[in-house]
């Protein structure tokens, strides 16, 4: 999954483990498999992107010290702007 660019390597396996927490009274046959693979597009090739609006907003409306807003989108490797669930890891923080 080394080239993004390359389409036989953006795809992968996300991989989902379940434990038995206390057993249930009824069968197991209707609880789901411990173990769940789930096909993904490769999340090294999408990134949280953060720009930074260059608005502060004072704290109480006063001057001084504030809050910083960024508007953050998700993107593939070419800068191009995909859906948010395609970064697997959380955005960063939208103030600061």
Same mark, same amino acid.
């Given at each position: 999954h080394e080239d993004c660019k390359d389409p036989q %390597?953006?795809? %992968?396996?996300r991989q #989902? #483990? #379940?434990e /038995?927490?206390?057993?249930?009274?009824?069968t197991l046959e209707t609880c789901p498999?411990?173990?769940e693979f789930i096909p993904c597009e490769d999340p090294? $090739?999408?990134l949280w992107q953060v720009q930074q609006e260059g608005r502060c907003?004072?704290?109480? %409306?006063s001057c001084g010290s504030g809050t910083a807003v960024h508007n953050i989108? $998700? /993107?593939n490797t070419e800068g191009e702007v /995909?859906?948010?669930t395609q970064c697997v890891d959380d955005p960063p923080p939208t103030e600061e």
């Open positions: %390597g953006k795809k %992968g396996f #989902r #483990r #379940r /038995v927490l206390w057993e249930s009274s009824g498999h411990l173990m090294a $090739c999408y907003i004072p704290i109480n %409306g989108t $998700c /993107v /995909v859906a948010s």
